[in-house]
């Protein structure tokens, strides 16, 4: 079964500097893959996903991530944090197959230091 | 387009009791999904309905259950409650594109 890694369960990151969560998935096929975030109290918002093509995607917010075949992951980065970005983020893969089940990482808890 | 929505907010219940959890998809799709998300267990995947069948099953006991009526909206079903089910419930739906979830806010669970 798919499984999605996410190490480090919190991120602090100063106000203005790059933002780096890191996923790696365990399928020798490469899965769809996705960047959702949460903010407290509230459901999953999807920021990014990966499905074919282009392997830098961009998303919403400023934030974009690169799927590498070779190295099994889709790290999300964001160039310049605002105070706005504190939240959950968790990566997300889906096998191709029918199956049509998310497997979720841990999730990284951002924190922005102003 | 109104987005998936879920009711109720927060729901609280004793252990043995039964909980009933609803979720509404966006307007046209025709997929349901459930996941829990419960301290410290990460998000996991418990059930998929499509057009009214149940397509695909998480690693859950049998008291997790739920139906998917004739409107496409959605019923999670949780018997025999214990502590440990106390978790955000979130429901999502998508069309024709599994890759494409959407989310609703989650019901709060809390057994006591």
């Known amino acids: 079964a798919q499984s999605v890694t996410q190490l480090g369960s919190h991120v602090s990151v100063s106000e203005g500097a790059l933002v780096l969560l890191r996923c790696n998935y365990s399928?020798?096929?490469?899965?769809?893959l996705f960047w959702y975030v949460q903010y407290p109290n509230q459901g999953l918002q999807l920021l990014l996903k990966?499905?074919?093509?282009?392997?830098l995607v961009k998303g919403i917010n400023g934030f974009e991530a690169e799927f590498k075949k070779s190295e099994t992951s889709f790290h999300l980065t964001k160039p310049s944090a605002h105070m706005s970005d504190a939240a959950e983020y968790f990566c997300a893969a889906l096998d191709y197959g029918g199956n049509n089940r998310l497997a979720f990482g841990k999730g990284n808890q951002v924190v922005v230091i102003p | 387009e109104a987005g998936v929505t879920q009711s109720p907010t927060h729901l609280i219940k004793t252990r043995g009791q039964q909980a009933t959890l609803r979720c509404s998809p966006i307007?046209?799709?025709?997929?349901v999904y459930w996941y829990q998300q419960a301290l410290g267990l990460g998000l996991q995947f418990l059930l998929w309905?499509?057009?009214?069948?149940?397509?695909n099953r998480g690693n859950f006991p049998p008291r997790f259950s739920g139906r998917q009526f004739p409107n496409y909206s959605s019923e999670l079903n949780v018997n025999a409650l214990e502590l440990e089910d106390s978790a955000l419930y979130l429901c999502?739906?998508?069309?024709?594109?599994?890759?494409?979830?959407?989310f609703g806010p989650g019901t709060r669970l809390t057994v006591t």
């Open positions: 399928s020798s096929v490469p899965p769809y």
């Open positions: 990966y499905t074919t093509g282009a392997t």
């Open positions: 999502a739906s998508s069309l024709n594109k599994p890759y494409e979830q959407y």
């Open positions: 309905y499509d057009e009214g069948e149940e397509r």
């Open positions: 307007s046209g799709h025709t997929s």
